[in-house]
């Protein structure tokens, strides 16, 4: 009979909670730094993950052309430098950086189940970048619409 009367209180807790975030639809990113349609670069100061000014730009369009884009599906692949600490250090800023990307999205009214977030290794790169931001980004890649048979 005790079980009983903890679940009305734990139903209560239940309703309290904040609601989950979003999960990330089942899709894969292996391959997505390949693309060169629809891929957006977003700059970022060394050894940080805040995104600044200079990625407004990008941003908005990468934002715009998901919304319009409902069935496309967005890879944000988080980057740092060789001159950003060791592997594990500049896994982990690889992956905030990403992070905090996937969140401006979703703050944009992109649906963040839409969004899969990932950190790469500088050595995963496939070939090496021209800009000067080189290391010290994140790559925003809408993938192409899925082709349904």
Sequence with gaps: MRAWSALPLLLLLGAAAPPAAAQPRSFSCVGAEWLEDDVFAIPFAR??????EAARAPLAAAAALARANPLRLICVLGHAAADEGGATTGQRLAASR???????????GVE?????????????MPRPRRDPWAGRSATIVVLPEPVTP
């Design 47 to 52: 050894m940080s993950a805040t995104v600044e």
């Design 112 to 124: 963040r189940d839409r969004i899969r977030a990932e950190a790469r290794h500088a050595s995963f």
């Design 98 to 108: 990403a992070r905090a990307v996937a969140e401006r999205l979703a703050a944009m």
